[in-house]
């Protein structure tokens, strides 16, 4: 038993067998959080170091408790007040990090590719936490875990991805994800945010109007507007992005079925989601948030093994 | 390939082993029974299934313990987890883990550990189907023991189950 891949770099390169291995081993350590004592020995002697590039307070700390929860030794890297200021290179930080010896890499970067870069020049495991607008695979992960963990199945089932799908890393994870473990998969959203040929590349049915998506899909994993990627007028007004593509609980109220609703976060509330939505019983958002350290611990877990020959 | 207990052999085994444990813990107020995954959970259930004939029902307090997180070797392999079914405090409680084989003690040793990470028992016990004895790497020791046998490390002992195997029986291989 073991992963196909050696570092955890995006969804696009794991087997539907790696995805079905982490999911299932993700499930066990949720058990192990809900013991008295949340934590097992299977990582004690590994050390990783968290190289955080971008701005992240759930991942960052996601990771960092799962990491705990698994006894590795751990150290926190932001480039914030680091030598990256002074102009060090990003291999050359990373070897630095690496002679005192770290056997795995949780890298975040605005860059994408940033982590497959360092994937062939260091000899630690390395785990995607989300490079630019590539990918974002334990998000990804989670976000499955957890439409499984609620309606027990991921194959046949509808997910519509709603929102800024040009600039989401999740929205590409989730795409790459679903579609191997045979879910329907809709991207909604106005066609400026929505990339001109994602239909035919990725075989996903494209919609722009939000309550026609809404009556298809049996999820709605809705993405936060990023607005410090919006340097181009994609939409005119956060008010009118609200008005047309805000999912509010008269909308949900208004289809004849129940939908289950996800979010990455963090939510801009009044944006893409009221608040009536996201604190709403058909909200699943924290038990996303809760759902990823369990993955994590997984994804950590599997990439640790066989270490022995690696150094 | 040697047959250590045919399949009444097991049987009688497995009866006796239910009624040593009962025999210490008389009332099983205070006992829970734990399995350990993947393979000593068939001698679990059938011990379990012998108590169960002798105690009113709903006595008997049965989990199952999964020690792949505990493992020592995860340098050399991975393993995949089974699933751990725990659905009572062990808090205060005399603890009686079941096994098929004991050799060198490793499992038992993650067992221990796995086990604390659910409260803290009473008292831990430990019930063995096949005692491998003087193959120990670490101090550990059955208080329930079915079978005995005197093996060489490069032999197996292989526990067949029906539900399994669709026979029963423990050979050495």
């Known amino acids: 038993m073991q992963l196909?891949?050696?570092?955890?770099?995006?969804?696009?390169?794991?087997?539907?067998?790696?995805?079905?291995?982490?999911?299932?081993?993700?499930?066990?350590?949720?058990?192990?959080?809900?013991?008295?004592?949340?934590?097992?020995?299977?990582?004690?002697?590994?050390t990783i170091v968290n190289l955080f590039y971008e701005n992240s307070t759930r991942t960052r700390i996601s990771f960092e408790l799962a990491e705990k929860r698994l006894s590795a030794d751990t150290i926190n890297f932001t480039a914030s007040g680091s030598s990256v200021s002074k102009g060090e290179t990003l291999l050359d930080t990373v070897n630095n990090i690496l002679s005192m010896k770290v056997d795995m890499v949780v890298m975040r970067h605005s860059a994408s590719g940033a982590p497959h870069f360092l994937a062939r020049h260091i000899p630690a495991a390395i785990i995607n936490a989300g490079d630019g607008i590539n990918e974002h695979p334990t998000q990804g992960l989670l976000d499955a875990f957890s439409m499984r963990e609620k309606l027990g199945k991921l194959e046949g089932l509808k997910v519509a991805i709603i929102g800024d799908i040009m600039h989401s890393r999740v929205a590409m994870s989730n795409i790459y994800l679903l579609k191997k473990m045979g879910a329907e998969v809709m991207v909604a959203g106005p066609p400026t945010l929505i990339p001109k040929y994602i239909k035919e590349a990725f075989d996903v049915r494209v919609e722009y109007n939000l309550k026609k998506a809404l009556e298809w899909c049996d999820v709605a994993n809705v993405l936060r507007i990023q607005l410090e990627r919006q340097n181009q007028v994609l939409f005119s007004s956060l008010r009118e992005y609200s008005l047309a593509y805000g999912i509010n609980k008269r909308l949900l109220d208004s289809l004849n079925k129940e939908v289950v609703v996800m979010h990455p976060g963090p939510i801009n509330r009044g944006v893409?989601?009221?608040?009536?939505?996201?604190?709403?019983?058909?909200?699943?958002?924290?038990?996303?948030?809760?759902?990823?350290?369990?993955?994590?611990?997984?994804?950590l877990y599997l990439l640790s093994g066989g270490r022995g020959s690696m150094n | 390939m040697k047959?250590?207990?045919?399949?009444?052999?097991?049987a009688i085994t497995i009866k006796r082993l239910g009624h040593q444990i009962l025999e210490n813990h008389i009332n099983l107020e205070n006992t829970v029974l734990i399995g350990i995954q993947p393979r000593g959970i068939f001698v679990s259930d059938q011990i379990v299934r012998e108590i169960r004939e002798l105690v009113p029902a709903g006595v008997v307090k049965y989990g199952k313990l999964?020690?792949?997180?505990?493992?020592?070797?995860?340098?050399?392999?991975?393993?995949?987890?089974?699933?751990?079914?725990?659905?009572?405090?062990?808090?205060?409680?005399?603890?009686?883990?079941?096994?098929?084989?004991?050799?060198?003690?490793?499992?038992?040793?993650?067992?221990?550990?796995?086990?604390?990470?659910?409260?803290?028992?009473?008292?831990?016990?430990?019930?063995?189907?096949?005692d491998r004895r003087f193959s120990r790497q670490l101090p550990i020791q059955a208080d329930y023991v079915g079978k005995s046998i005197d093996s060489i490390v490069s032999q197996k002992v292989k526990v067949f189950w029906k539900e399994r195997d669709g026979k029963e029986e423990v050979v050495l291989l």
């Open chain 1, 4 to 46: 196909s891949v050696k570092h955890l770099l995006g969804i696009r390169d794991l087997t539907r067998q790696d995805i079905q291995l982490i999911l299932d081993t993700a499930t066990e350590f949720k058990e192990v959080l809900q013991r008295p004592i949340k934590k097992v020995p299977s990582l004690r002697d590994v």
């Open chain 1, 272 to 299: 893409e989601l009221d608040s009536d939505v996201a604190d709403s019983k058909q909200s699943i958002i924290l038990q996303q948030v809760e759902n990823g350290v369990a993955v994590r611990m997984a994804a």
């Open chain 2, 3 to 10: 047959t250590v207990l045919n399949e009444q052999q097991l």
């Open chain 2, 66 to 130: 999964d020690i792949t997180f505990y493992r020592d070797d995860i340098r050399n392999s991975l393993h995949a987890p089974n699933h751990t079914d725990i659905p009572f405090s062990i808090e205060g409680r005399n603890v009686v883990i079941i096994d098929d084989v004991l050799y060198t003690g490793r499992t038992i040793r993650a067992a221990l550990d796995a086990l604390l990470g659910f409260g803290r028992p009473a008292k831990v016990e430990l019930c063995i189907l096949i």
